[in-house]
């Protein structure tokens, strides 16, 4: 079981380095046979987490299972009757998680997504399948009883905001989450607690900050919203005194559409290298959240009447899942981990303003380090840190490898790195 130490979790009294896959759609789109396959791939790349959603997944494939009895319309939308509780739908998912725990990894699971919930930024896309208010207790009390055993870490929410900002009223998530809370500890008073805020934000009401055990937030997809990987948790650090751990659970998407970039263009590896270290650096280097556009929604084109659900509101169609476990994204994440565990298990301290005007380039050190993410190769003086070096170690994020770094005058020289690097220098 996971325990929380400062600003790291532990796991059998060893740093435990939060390293995700993103599978929201797992328990109602995936056989069991092609999920321990799945699992066996992630694992070789250093995951230890998968987060998954409980229910269903409002943008992702049509599922094959459902976790309460349903009603279709001709319009594509569906209803629950959450008061009917499909018993072999949990009973599968219990198998699934019993494949995760024989394999020593984490189950992150979400409660209650944004779409269940009212007056949240979906609610034009999903009518009429909110929980009833009432209800939330028994569901969430079956739910926690039935999977505690695997000691899941408990999301309590969903991609949810709990800004006024005219796209979402947080009135009504306030209320649902606080019974959601609530219920979940109930149960599982042991248990540890976080939510899933949506894309680029940080605002989590006090009450609620007061009572989870670690900082989740989302740089997300948006193409001009990139910056928060490092923003968000620089501001949780120096702003609200955040002490806990800090995880950037949903980076970039690799192969998602970049949300209102000036030309259609998908997330690449670079691009999700780029947001993690960035993160990381920054004061969130309790772990990482990896996704790929295909794994989360489970598109599976083997199976063409396993179709997009109709409100799958993403301008690109997503990738086989087959295919998204051939993406180099996921294998640069383990190396990250590697990397982070080796040179800075004991913790980081990030660099505020590491490079004057220049505040894509991150940086965060400890007693024996200093680290550097150059998202582009470039000379860099090492007198803005404080420092004199004669050598340092330079690493190739593309090709995952060491090179000797060539140093002048206390500047680093430019080597041949086609893409981002990492600046190691042994204090």
């Known amino acids: 079981m996971l325990k929380i130490k400062g600003k790291y979790l532990f796991k059998d009294n060893k740093r435990f380095f939060y390293l995700a896959d993103t599978c929201w759609s797992a328990f109602t789109s995936i056989q069991l046979s092609d999920w321990r396959y799945y699992l066996d791939a992630r694992q070789a790349e250093g995951v230890n987490v998968i987060q998954i959603n409980v229910l269903r997944q409002w943008d992702s494939s049509q599922p094959i299972r459902e976790p309460f009895a349903v009603r279709n319309s001709a319009n594509g939308m569906y209803q629950y009757d959450f ?17 995760m725990s024989y394999r020593g990894m984490i189950p992150v699971l979400v409660l209650l997504w944004g779409n269940y919930v009212p007056d949240t930024w979906m ?83 006090k009450e609620f900050v007061d009572q989870i055990d670690f ?34 659970a949903e980076l970039c998407y690799e192969g998602l559409t970049k949300m209102k970039a000036p030309e259609p263009e998908r997330y690449c590896a670079r691009d999700v290298r780029c947001a993690a270290w960035r993160a990381v650096l920054s004061g969130a280097d309790a772990g990482i959240g990896y996704g790929a556009f295909g794994i989360w929604p489970w598109n599976d084109t083997a199976k063409p009447e396993q179709k997009l659900e109709s409100n799958f509101n993403v ?73 004199t070096v004669s050598t340092c170690q330079v690493i190739d994020l593309q090709k995952r490898y060491f090179l000797t770094g060539k140093v002048l005058n206390n500047v680093l020289q430019l080597l041949p790195v086609a893409e981002d690097e990492v600046v190691v220098v042994k204090k």
């Not at 008061?83 to 494949?99: D, G, P, Q, T």
């Not at 990139?226 to 005194?241: D, G, V």
Request: with cysteine; proline share 6%.
């Open 123 to 205: 609610s034009k896309y999903i009518k009429n399948n909110t929980i009833p208010f009432d209800l939330i207790e028994s569901y969430v009390t079956y739910v926690v009883n039935r999977f505690k055993r695997f000691n899941p870490i408990w999301c309590i929410s969903g991609d949810v905001g709990f800004t006024d900002n005219g796209k979402q009223k947080p009135n009504a998530a306030v209320k649902y989450y606080r019974e959601v809370l609530n219920a979940a500890k109930k149960a599982d008073p042991a248990g540890l607690f976080t939510f899933h805020i949506n894309g680029e934000s940080h605002d989590l009401p």
């Open 83 to 99: 008061r009917k509780i499909n018993e072999s739908y949990f009973a599968n998912a219990e198998k699934m998680l019993e494949e």
């Open 315 to 387: 301008q690109l169609t997503p990738y086989d899942w087959r295919d998204c476990l051939k993406f180099s994204g996921a294998k640069d994440m383990g190396f990250l981990k590697t990397i982070v565990m080796q040179l800075a298990e004991s913790g980081l301290s990030p660099i505020e303003v590491p490079v004057k005007n220049n505040p894509t380039i991150r940086a965060a050190q400890n007693d024996q380090y200093l680290l550097i993410y150059l998202p582009s190769p470039t000379k860099l003086d090492f007198t803005s840190f404080g420092l």
């Open 215 to 248: 900082y989740c937030y989302q740089s997300g997809h948006g193409y001009y919203g990139q910056t928060s990987a490092y923003e968000i948790p620089l501001i949780l650090r120096n702003k609200e005194r955040y002490e806990g751990p800090i995880i950037d």
